[in-house]
């Protein structure tokens, strides 16, 4: 009947991996994970509309705030703020974004190592090249703030290659930083993780097996074999391992991986983030003019670099959702969860100018640090030297077992849209291994005219596919990032 033919086995008591949603009274739903999406994110787009559910575009009435040196600084929430009071650090700040989509434009997205420059930029890190092509000190802040929110991790972490190579993924910098028309434009409706709950529902949820954390993987004989930390075995033909590559070291593998994908597990760590949302009894800074969204370059007083409007579509549960990244990240994990609020209140205080901030209704937060199946987030981070010496392993099948995951993406690399992509051309690999698919669709790009018109290949197709053929089974099991 093909009824067994596909498996997910989910680590967590729930599906969704860092697509999470959380349902109360208080709160209604709240994405404490992946969340936002863009117009240009065409295949997560499509599956949202393959599955029935709504999209909704961030609130972004009223002006954006930048908060320094207790200066607050008001702009139009259609780009990236520039500093139109100052032209020369507004004209610093411009040309080393251009400057940054002209040199990504040098390689291919799916293999950025394949660059004249590969090595150079792999060598030295984001700050490096930040302090060298900036003089100004408020167009350096800022790009050390871009950097810490985009890639959750602090300049000096990552490589320059690792940085435009993000970037370029998420189609340029006026795209990833962008409220309007950007990476943050809009939010499905009732949450993210309903997405992993309809596909879950799509396949059956039969084949869907929770609190199912594996902890070894045998390819020695015909059959691929896992074994889960609550002693069940499964066997199958082919696997496709969805989770973050750091927390694939964790597994046993026999025979041994070869060495040079085991050394790159070992040097492909997470970012680091919380994300914390603080309720209020009315929107008080929509009757400010402000639409909720900020950049905080305070670093010694407050805590949260980026904040946006987390209200409901129709303006219910006002909230101010905001991002603790890299270094503010970890100043965070040293306070308690009562004094983490506290701070935040505080300095929503001073950021949106009103007293009504220190007085919530209600406080969320979700520290990703300590997701023992995620490890951090938003995504993997790349640290000098990594992408040049280990990238193209990255998504390299190892005999019968493929990978999957935002972090195999070779589009919106750290972001759902990139998780999309790359479940979907794993299960092409697998289709092709198959001898189902041809090897020319394999990396075939979904492309779609309207986001309501199906492609050739969708996730839908490739698990009717899947699970209309009785010869060959696999584990799977699909994880999306931010």
């Given at each position: 009947s093909?009824?067994?033919?596909?498996?997910?086995?989910?680590?967590?008591?729930?599906?969704?991996?860092r697509l999470y949603t959380k349902r109360d009274e208080k709160v209604k739903w709240v994405d404490l994970g992946g969340a936002y999406i863009g117009p240009n994110q065409e295949n997560i787009r499509r599956i949202a509309s393959e599955l029935g559910v709504d999209i909704y575009k961030v609130h972004v009435d009223g002006y954006l705030l930048d908060y320094d040196e207790g200066k607050r600084t008001a702009f139009e929430a259609d780009g990236i703020p520039y500093h139109a009071n100052n032209f020369l650090e507004s004209f610093e700040?411009?040309?080393?974004?251009?400057?940054?989509?002209e040199m990504g434009s040098k390689f291919p997205a799916e293999a950025p190592w394949r660059c004249p420059y590969s090595e150079e930029w792999d060598r030295i890190t984001f700050k490096e090249f930040i302090d060298k092509s900036l003089w100004t000190k408020k167009a350096r802040k800022m790009a050390y703030l871009m950097a810490n929110d985009i890639l959750t991790a602090a300049p000096h972490e990552v490589s320059l290659l690792f940085a435009?190579?993000?970037?370029?993924?998420g189609k340029g910098t006026n795209s990833i930083f962008s409220n309007v028309n950007g990476a943050q434009d809009?939010?499905?409706?009732?949450?993210?993780?309903?997405?992993?709950?309809?596909?879950?529902?799509?396949?059956?949820?039969?084949?869907?097996?929770?609190?199912?954390?594996?902890?070894?993987?045998?390819?020695?004989?015909?059959?691929?074999?896992?074994?889960t930390v609550d002693c069940f075995e499964y066997k199958a033909r082919y696997i496709i391992l969805s989770f973050a590559p750091c927390m694939q070291a964790k597994i046993h593998y026999s025979p041994p991986l070869p060495p040079l994908r085991n050394q790159m597990l070992q040097r492909f760590p997470m970012g680091s983030v919380i994300k914390c949302i603080v309720y209020y009894e009315t929107a008080f800074w929509r009757e400010k003019g402000y639409c909720g969204a900020a950049t905080d370059e305070d670093f010694d007083n407050h805590l949260l670099s980026i904040t946006l409007d987390d209200s409901k579509r129709d303006g219910s549960y006002p909230a101010i959702i905001g991002f603790a990244t890299a270094t503010r990240n970890r100043q965070l994990c040293e306070l308690s969860r009562e004094e983490r609020k506290i701070r935040i209140c505080e300095s929503f205080a001073e950021l949106?100018?009103?007293?009504?901030?220190?007085?919530?209704?209600?406080?969320?937060?979700?520290?990703?640090?300590?997701?023992?199946?995620?490890?951090?987030?938003?995504?993997?981070i790349c640290p000098p030297g990594f992408l040049t010496e280990f990238g193209k392993i990255i998504r390299k099948p190892v005999r019968n077992m493929y990978f999957a995951g935002t972090e195999t993406a070779t589009e919106w690399f750290g972001y759902m849209e990139g998780g999309v992509q790359a479940g979907e051309r794993?299960?092409?690999?697998?289709?092709?291994?198959?001898?189902?698919?041809?090897?020319?669709?394999?990396?075939?790009?979904?492309?779609v005219a309207k986001i309501e018109k199906k492609s050739l290949f969708s996730l839908t197709d490739i698990m009717k596919q899947l699970t209309l053929r009785n010869s060959v089974k696999y584990v799977s099991s699909f994880v999306f990032g931010k």
């Open positions: 093909g009824v067994n033919n596909i498996l997910v086995l989910e680590a967590n008591k729930r599906v969704g991996g700040l411009q040309r080393f974004f251009q400057k940054l989509d435009l190579w993000y970037i370029k993924m809009s939010k499905f409706d009732g949450g993210s993780m309903q997405i992993c709950e309809k596909l879950a529902e799509a396949i059956g949820n039969h084949r869907v097996q929770l609190n199912k954390a594996i902890y070894s993987v045998d390819q020695t004989s015909s059959y691929v074999s896992v074994k949106f100018d009103s007293q009504e901030a220190l007085w919530p209704v209600h406080y969320e937060e979700y520290d990703w640090n300590c997701d023992q199946y995620a490890g951090g987030g938003y995504t993997g794993a299960a092409r690999e697998v289709l092709h291994a198959m001898k189902v698919t041809p090897v020319r669709e394999v990396w075939k790009q979904s492309k």
